[in-house]
């Protein structure tokens, strides 16, 4: 039970004719300072219902609540500020962390549904960038969070592998490009060729039609250029899987665009059984005035689909193929309005489980508070940054510990750790800018600053040769010790809370919390003083390396023993 459970429980026996225990909990608050109890009751609520001041009501029911879990109740005007009993709190939390160790805060309560989660999705034939690091990364956290609660997570990279793009690639390759060019440096490459097309096609417009054409070969399954498009991709997999390995993100399925080609037809079959389809301009739609939506264009006018057609496609293939609790597509914010035509259709289609699926926004990364832009060939290379970010770790780690046994690949998880901590600490919708200087530093709200505490617990720990025992019962009643354990007592709270809202922040936040706690702890008291307190002092220590380690694997962060 948490803090306010056992206060709504003690405040509840005494008012159950007047309040419900959901509407006792709803008024309970968390007092702004440590002087005013662990948690606060405003009486104003019983005032109607008892005809008295609220100052008079707090006061008698100071008189009537069992007192057995609060070290005090203090009547502060029409407050009542309840002061938990450090003793018997602390030893309940500790004994659940040295049992539970990893699995405390799990809970079962997705019942192992399926879970679909389409993230990342890079264009083939482009390079990876900051841009592509949200959704890969807010994906890969959301996934470790599902799991942990019940669901089972399938990362889907629904990779941008088909398009009238293949066309101008296909032009460009075969006016300016040269195999061995490809070969040597695919990504850089193709990404050459993609931006002088457009540079060039400003001045002749023809190319653009010469693009159309060859895309509508690859569409009819000519050799060359299905030959070509393959080998894009084939070449372009080999480079993001570079950077998936060093970010340590897989998947459960690579079916992107081009997988759902020969799905479209039944789901324009589908459209036109239920008398869905409307013409309108030559084009084919679908009317969402029911839902306060523009109609959504199924077919142009020269029968090809657009994108919510293959969308509808893929949720289709995913209904049927994982029956999934509910479908998440980790797709930046711009794309709002899209999901929300995608399910008014599918609605419309008679499809209810539309319902289920939900789009998970995100804000933009910015530079130098700019937007990245592939076309014009602006781009900040992700794994240029992650090599920094390696490099930039390596320099830190030498200069604080240079004897560190296995400092290449400490360097990596703090490296690369630091850059996927600094995007997932910001709320999803928030845009940030990235400055590399302020993500790899030790200090501050960073990947590195968490990863240090845990080591440096850890070292505490192997100081002191220690290792919980599960049948002791570790007390501890100081107000050092207190806000490090009301972290730890919150942990399923805040489990279920990032779950609830898909965001990682609250885990990252909750980590610099405890990581902020611990280190005042370790820099306020003896640890290893030889009194009858130390083994629960470690036992404390202990559940700060386990409840960090757990916060970073949430993450797809490691936690390295020693930095």
């Known amino acids: ?46 005032a109607k219902v008892y005809r008295k001041a609220p100052q008079q009501i707090a006061a008698e029911l ?33 004994a659940s962390v040295v049992k539970e160790k990893n699995h405390f805060g799990d809970s079962s309560e997705g ?9 990342s999705s890079p264009n083939i034939a482009k390079p990876i960038s900051m841009g592509h690091l949200r959704s890969t990364v807010i994906g890969n956290s959301i996934g470790f969070i599902l799991e942990k609660v019940g669901y089972n997570p399938i990362r889907i990279n629904h990779l941008g592998d088909w398009g009238t793009q293949f066309g101008k690639l296909i032009v460009a390759y075969k006016k300016w490009g040269s195999e061995e060019a490809v070969r040597n440096e695919p990504i850089n490459e193709l990404l050459r060729l993609y931006v002088d097309f457009h ?33 894009f991709r084939d070449e372009s997999m080999k480079e993001f899987n570079k950077i998936y390995d060093m970010l340590e993100v897989s998947f459960d399925s690579l079916n992107g665009e081009a997988f759902y080609n020969d799905k479209m037809v039944e789901v324009v079959e589908m459209l036109e059984e239920k008398h869905l389809l409307k013409e309108d301009q030559g084009a084919e739609i679908v009317d969402l005035s029911n839902y306060d939506l523009n109609p959504a264009l199924i077919r142009k ?44 259709v599918l609605k419309e289609m008679g499809f209810d489980w539309a319902d289920d699926m939900y789009h998970i926004p995100f804000g933009l990364i910015t530079k130098d508070g700019k937007k990245l832009s592939t076309r014009k060939g602006k781009i900040v290379l992700l794994e240029e940054v992650l090599n920094e970010a390696i490099d930039s770790a390596k ?24 850059v996927v901590f600094h995007d997932l600490k910001n709320d999803r919708l928030n845009n940030f800018d990235f400055t590399l200087e302020e993500v790899v530093r030790f200090e501050g709200e960073t990947g590195p600053y968490v990863q240090y ?32 354990i009301k972290l ?67 993450l797809g962060l490691h936690a390295p023993d020693k930095m």
């Not at 400003?202 to 569409?219: T, V």
């Not at 657009?306 to 914010?333: E, H, P, Q």
């Not at 617990?457 to 290792?467: G, N, P, V």
């Not at 936040?509 to 640890?527: E, P, R, V, W």
């Open 62 to 94: 100071a008189e009537k609540i069992d007192g057995s879990s609060f070290e005090k109740i203090e009547v502060v005007g029409p407050y009542l500020n309840f002061f938990m009993n450090k003793a018997v709190i602390t030893q309940n939390v500790l």
């Open 199 to 231: 540079e060039k096609a400003e001045e002749d417009k023809s190319l653009e039609d010469e693009a159309r054409a060859w895309f509508k070969k690859l569409e009819d399954g000519d050799e060359e250029a299905t030959a070509l498009w393959q080998w």
């Open 488 to 554: 730890i007592q919150r942990y399923p709270e805040t489990i279920k809370q990032a779950a609830d809202k898909y965001e990682p922040s609250v885990i990252a936040k909750h980590s610099i919390k405890l990581a902020q706690a611990f280190n005042k702890y370790y820099a306020n008291t003896k640890i290893l003083a030889e009194d009858e307190q130390k083994e629960a002092r470690l036992a404390l220590v202990y559940a700060v390396t386990v409840l960090l380690k757990e916060d970073l694997r949430l």
């Open 111 to 119: 019942n192992n549904a399926n879970v679909p989660i389409d993230m």
């Open 301 to 344: 006018s020269d029968g090809a689909t657009l994108y919510i057609t293959r969308d509808m496609a893929a949720a289709i293939y995913r209904k049927r193929t994982y029956n999934f609790g509910k479908s998440l597509y980790v797709v930046g914010n711009e794309q709002s309005y899209h999901f929300k035509q995608l399910k008014a």
């Open 395 to 418: 320099t830190q780690i030498s200069e604080k510990n240079p004897t560190l046994e296995n400092k290449e690949e400490v360097a990596k998880q703090v490296g690369v750790g630091a």
């Open 453 to 484: 505490a845990h080591a440096r617990a850890m070292s505490l720990l192997a100081k002191a040769d220690f290792t919980p025992d599960e049948s002791h019962e570790y007390a501890l009643n100081d107000d050092e010790s207190w806000e490090v």
């Open 1 to 46: 039970m948490n803090n306010k459970d056992i206060v709504s429980k003690a405040i509840f026996d005494v008012v159950k004719e007047d309040l419900s225990f959901e509407q006792v909990q709803q008024l309970l608050e968390n007092p702004k300072s440590a002087d005013h109890g662990d948690v606060a009751f405003p009486a104003f609520a019983l």
